[in-house]
């Protein structure tokens, strides 16, 4: 308990760094996994190739690496003005874009093809199939994976306090090399996460149930 | 691409506006590699003194002890994971209920950590001296929870008639478990474990992060310590190693997947609820 309570400052700060890492790389991540998704799904072959090369390199690079290369690279290649969080939040963002192009799109593929068809010879346009028929369709099916992508999307910026960025890991670093018990720390660092995953876990059940259709 | 949810066979005019957007895609994408290489080498990264260590046989040598030391982490937490995750399975599939309890608590205490945490303190608290073992038990924890949720799922999977008709001819519990249920769920659940694997292996380079000297650890030792820093060098070498890993374990999984599906013999059990646990593990 003492832990908790003699550093409370500085677990308040790292708790604030890891929600602020989280929810700035989420935002990104949606937007650009939905723009890798549109380009995976589109009629054009060259975006398809781009689509599919952005979701293989990077589902398969660790994300250690990521960090390694925003944290030492990027800084080389003309980003030197940007602070160890934006590039942080900038490796997070695409490695999670990668997963949610994926979710996003095998959404998509589940809505029936009848759906699109019937739409069309309503004489619906484009962009009207898309807006009314297929996205709501699709949005449920996909609001649980993307749940699960956020939240491990979470625990994955823990490796930011590896590479200098402010958060709970550094946390856990710093009252470790302080010499406090690392297993009550661990304890408390975990609660702080747990704070974090159930929060997300919550809003998504509540998007589900109000989203969710009686059949 | 002739029948799609999103748009119809593309008539004349839509294959005239296609084809000019893919060109200007392709300049586009063009002009951002273009782009890429002339910063690396404005930037002096091709130059020749840079690359010149990656030559040396003893560098080479180093780079090839970083990854037998990755494959060393990834080997032994996958044989533990495993082992645990089949461990603890059993446990959430017991008749027993405190048992279920233990292992239900187990499972979803080391799902929801962040494995980083659970290293450094393994780390700092037990094996100061061995990050190895704090890599491997740590990977051991969190993977072996994922697999442990695969292998119930699996199972589940398996259509109830099959259990019912195993009790039905006088099997035991266990009898049904490991000549009924088992075999039918290897199946549709290999690709996820497979899966899995791929995240265990892409985590054995947070071994970087407690000095443990795998592939990342060496190759950052490497270019901290030759003339010039050439840490773009370094990662445009060790990058390759890594995804090629991934990607060849992944192909795998495909391949047992497509595999799977073509096989007529009998149903599989679906993998639609493995998938939505594997979901959670990325």
């Not at chain 1, 677990?11 to 723009?35: D, K, N, P």
């Not at chain 1, 080389?76 to 192009?101: E, M």
């Not at chain 1, 490796?159 to 709970?168: D, K, M, P, Q, W």
């Not at chain 2, 030759?226 to 990662?235: E, H, R, T, V, Y």
Request: charged residues 15%; glycine residues 6%.
């Amino acid at each position: 308990m003492n832990v908790l309570l003699d550093n409370f400052a500085l677990f308040r700060e790292g708790f604030l760094g890891t929600v602020e890492l989280t929810a700035l790389s989420g935002a990104i991540a949606l937007v650009l996994g939905v723009i890798m998704a549109a380009f995976r799904v589109s009629p054009v072959p060259p975006l398809r190739a781009f689509g599919t090369v952005w979701v293989t390199l990077l589902r398969n690079t660790p994300l250690t690496l990521l960090f390694f290369i925003a944290a030492l690279v990027l800084p080389r290649l003309g980003l030197n003005t940007w602070s160890f969080f934006r590039l942080a939040v900038l490796a997070l963002s695409c490695y999670t874009s990668a997963f949610i192009c994926e979710a996003v799109r095998s959404g998509i593929n589940t809505v029936p093809l009848g759906q699109a068809e019937a739409a069309r010879s309503l004489g619906m346009t484009f962009t009207q199939t898309l807006r009314l028929i297929i996205l709501p369709q699709a949005t449920r099916t996909v609001l649980p994976p993307i749940g699960s992508l956020l939240i491990a999307l979470t625990k994955n910026s823990a490796i930011a306090g590896g590479f200098s960025v402010f958060e709970l890991f550094s946390v856990q670093k710093t009252l470790g090399e302080e010499g406090y018990n690392i297993f009550a720390i661990f304890i408390w660092v975990a609660v702080a996460y747990l704070i974090i995953t159930l929060f997300i876990s919550a809003v998504f059940r509540l998007l589900e149930t109000r989203l969710a259709v009686a059949r | 691409m002739s029948a799609n949810v999103l748009f119809d066979a593309p008539g004349p005019r839509a294959r005239v506006r296609n084809r000019v957007v893919g060109a200007l895609a392709a300049l586009a994408i063009l002009a951002l590699l273009w782009f890429v290489y002339r910063r690396l080498d404005d930037s002096g990264q091709f130059a020749s003194y840079l690359w010149e260590p990656f030559q040396y046989t003893d560098i080479q040598q180093r780079i090839v002890d970083g990854l037998v030391a990755t494959l060393k982490a990834f080997a032994l937490a996958a044989v533990f994971s495993l082992v645990l995750g089949a461990a603890l399975a059993a446990g959430r599939l017991s008749d027993h209920a405190p048992v279920r309890w233990v292992a239900t608590v187990v499972v979803e205490f080391f799902r929801a950590m962040p494995l980083l945490i659970m290293i450094f303190a393994l780390y700092v608290g037990v094996f100061t001296s061995a990050p190895l073992w704090a890599l491997v038990i740590g990977l051991t924890l969190y993977n072996g929870s994922v697999q442990a949720e695969i292998f119930r799922a699996g199972i589940n999977a398996v259509p109830k008639g099959q259990r019912e008709a195993a009790y039905a001819i006088g099997l035991r519990k266990t009898q049904v478990m490991v000549f009924v249920l088992i075999p039918q769920a290897t199946r549709a659940m290999l690709p996820s474990i497979i899966s899995q694997l791929v995240v265990t292996l892409k985590d054995t380079s947070l071994g970087y992060i407690i000095t443990y000297e795998e592939l990342l650890y060496t190759g950052n030792l490497i270019a901290k310590n030759s003339a010039g820093f050439p840490f773009i060098p370094m990662i445009i070498i060790v990058a390759p190693i890594y995804i090629l890993m991934c990607l060849a374990l992944s192909a795998l999984a495909n391949w047992i997947e497509r595999r799977g599906r073509r096989s007529r013999k009998g149903a599989p059990p679906k993998a639609g609820d493995i998938k939505a646990v594997e979901a959670a593990a990325e």
